[in-house]
């Protein structure tokens, strides 16, 4: 039987009461990224460490240490135990600072080729 995954301890969780901080109150009220984010990119920190004058808030720390080896979006959010859609805004912040830089898989900017879903269905029709 599998066990349960993992669970991040987070300070602004309460296990009786659930999240004691809104998503809207990390992202300061954003609810639209700067720029957009596929689901499939992947992040790629740009700096070993923040430098401390850069004020980021523990999240934003938290995506740079996960995206030191590339990652994608939904795997971050995932592992961050936070929403897409604040984690979309979290990156536009790290990415208007130079902190991340975004790779989107080539998949995902060229149009599918007919050819090919035709050979994947007649190779299907044909098992």
């Known amino acids: 039987m599998p066990s349960e995954p993992r669970r991040v301890h987070h300070d602004w969780m309460d296990q009786d009461a659930g999240p004691v901080v809104r998503p ?5 009220g954003r609810v639209a990224a700067s720029g957009d984010f596929d689901l499939v990119a992947f992040v790629v920190a740009t700096v ?3 430098t401390p004058g ?3 808030q523990p999240e934003h720390h938290a ?9 994608s979006v939904v795997e971050l959010a995932s592992q961050l135990d936070l ?4 984690v979309r805004v979290l990156l536009g912040d790290l990415r208007s600072a130079g902190l991340i ?5 080539p998949a995902a900017e060229q149009p599918h080729d007919v050819d090919v ?11």
Not at 101 to 105: G, R, T
Not at 117 to 127: F, H, I, T
């Open 54 to 56: 850069v004020h980021l």
């Open 101 to 105: 830089s975004l790779y989107e898989p």
């Open 24 to 28: 809207y109150a990390m992202t300061q």
């Open 63 to 71: 995506i740079v240490e996960a995206a030191w080896e590339p990652i």
């Open 117 to 127: 879903l035709k050979a994947v269905v007649n190779g299907l029709r044909a098992l």
């Open 48 to 50: 070993p460490d923040l």
């Open 83 to 86: 929403s897409i859609g604040v």
